[in-house]
C-alpha cells in the first residue's frame, strides 16, 4: 500500500509574510491489476495514473514524488 509522506522545504519570506512549502512523496505505490476470480481484468492501476497534476494543485505541494521504492523522508 503506497505511504504519504510530506517533506518540509526551506522557509520563503516576501516582506513580513512566511510560508513554508512543501513536497508530497507517494512511496511503495505500485503497478496492480484488479481481476475477478475468473482471471478477467477488471482495472489496471499504474503509479503514472496517480494524477500528479491534480494532487499538486489541491495540495498546494510545490513538488509531487511518485515512486514504486521506499523514501524515507527525514
Given at each position: 500500500m503506497a505511504r504519504?509522506?510530506?517533506l518540509e522545504l526551506p522557509v520563503v519570506?516576501?516582506?513580513?509574510a512566511w510560508r513554508t512549502p512543501f513536497a508530497?512523496?507517494?512511496?511503495?505505490?505500485?503497478?496492480?491489476?484488479?481481476?475477478?476470480?475468473?482471471?478477467?481484468?477488471?482495472r489496471q492501476v499504474i503509479t503514472e495514473d496517480f494524477g500528479v497534476p491534480?494532487?499538486?494543485?489541491?495540495?498546494g505541494a510545490e513538488f509531487?514524488?511518485?515512486?514504486?521504492?521506499?523514501l524515507d523522508v527525514a
Amino acid at each position: 500500500m503506497a505511504r504519504i509522506q510530506v517533506l518540509e522545504l526551506p522557509v520563503v519570506g516576501v516582506g513580513e509574510a512566511w510560508r513554508t512549502p512543501f513536497a508530497l512523496v507517494i512511496d511503495q505505490a505500485e503497478s496492480a491489476a484488479v481481476e475477478t476470480i475468473d482471471g478477467t481484468q477488471v482495472r489496471q492501476v499504474i503509479t503514472e495514473d496517480f494524477g500528479v497534476p491534480g494532487i499538486k494543485e489541491a495540495s498546494g505541494a510545490e513538488f509531487v514524488i511518485v515512486t514504486p521504492h521506499t523514501l524515507d523522508v527525514a
